[in-house]
């Protein structure tokens, strides 16, 4: 694989007004008529979210998943996907280059809600 080139310089400003934190994923289940979504329950310490993510055509099993923390971004405006409102969005690693995505996890467990950055 031949890595994308670096997209243009941003302040640090825009940086620091994504949210991205680490939540447990509960449960994976199907969502209707869906061929790529899931539906992720996830917990983020505080509080728990629904996430829409496109595992389907990703994993075999893409309920492998469930108990692993990984990262989220959590201040997207809330989404609804096949009937099913999205409160954030999976934080994986590989999608955009069209190499199978994996979770993008901490190396070691933290409370649910560290925030990343």
Not at 40 to 49: K, Y
Request: glycine fraction near 8%; proline fraction near 8%.
């Amino acid at each position: 694989m031949m890595p994308a080139p670096v997209k243009p310089a941003i302040d640090l400003s825009a940086f620091e007004a994504i949210d991205v934190r680490v939540g447990t994923i509960e449960s994976v289940s199907a969502i209707a008529g869906a061929d790529k979504l899931v539906k992720l329950q996830v917990d983020f310490g505080d509080h728990a979210r629904t996430i829409v993510a496109a595992l389907k055509t990703e994993r075999e099993n893409p309920r492998e998943i469930e108990g692993r923390q990984a990262l989220f971004v959590v201040n997207l405006a809330p989404r609804k996907m096949r009937g099913v409102v999205s409160e954030g969005m999976l934080f994986d690693i590989g999608y955009s280059d069209g190499i199978t995505p994996v979770l993008a996890v901490p190396e070691r467990p933290v409370p649910n809600g560290t925030r990343a950055g």
